[in-house]
Every structure is written in structure tokens, then in C-alpha cells.
Nanobody
């Protein structure tokens, strides 16, 4: 069982940057990790995922080049660096852990955080 707690959300202006953190209650070195987001009235959307043991991150075109996903297994924490934020990035951002591999599919993840709100508005 892994508990995940996201932090770092807030209200920012277009073009600003923000770093989200996701702290786990225990070791995450064997877990793939992912970030998803859900805007009001929309379905949950894949943002990025990173595998365990050196498997690098993947991004959809909507965030590629602007978002960077990193992990620090020594701190049981993952980070989502978000640059050049746009109003369409506004959503609740969720961190998730998967016991096998790396996935873009939310239903394959085993553990979820409660989410952190990111609002991009001028």
C-alpha cells in the first residue's frame, strides 16, 4: 500500500511556471509513476509517466517541451516541472503509482493521490 500526497498547486498567470510534488508514504523505487489531470466537466487526461529503474518519461503532445517529470527515489518523491503554463492546463492534477511498468492508461494505476488544483488565469 502506498499513500500519495500532491502539493504545489496554485493560481498562476499564463506563461508562468509551477512545480508539483508528490510524496509517497514509502519506497517508490519499484513503482512506475504518473501524473494525470482532470479539468472541470472533462475526463481525466494523461499528463506524463515515468518508469522504475531508469525507464524515462513519456509525454503527450499537449505538454511535451513544457513539462518535465523527474523522480527522487531517495526521497520517495516525484516532481512535475510545468513551464509556460496555459489556461488549458487548468485542472486538478493527480499523482499515481503503478506496480508494473509505465502506462498512459489511468485504469492501470494502483494508487492515487487526492489531487492538487492548478489554475492558469490572467
Amino acid at each position: 500500500q502506498v499513500e500519495l500526497v500532491e502539493s504545489g498547486g496554485g493560481l498562476v498567470q499564463p506563461g508562468d511556471s509551477l512545480v508539483l510534488s508528490c510524496a509517497a508514504s514509502g519506497p517508490i523505487s519499484d513503482y512506475g509513476m504518473g501524473w494525470f489531470r482532470q479539468a472541470l466537466g472533462k475526463e481525466r487526461e494523461f499528463v506524463t509517466a515515468i518508469g522504475a529503474r531508469g525507464i524515462g518519461p513519456i509525454y503527450p503532445n499537449s505538454v511535451k517541451g513544457r513539462f518535465t517529470f523527474t523522480r527522487d527515489d531517495a526521497k520517495n518523491t516525484v516532481y512535475l516541472q510545468m513551464n509556460n503554463l496555459k489556461p488549458e492546463d487548468t485542472a486538478v492534477y493527480y499523482c499515481a503509482a503503478i506496480t508494473d511498468g509505465r502506462s498512459m492508461l489511468d485504469w492501470e494505476y494502483d494508487y492515487w493521490g487526492q489531487g492538487t488544483q492548478v489554475t492558469v488565469s490572467s
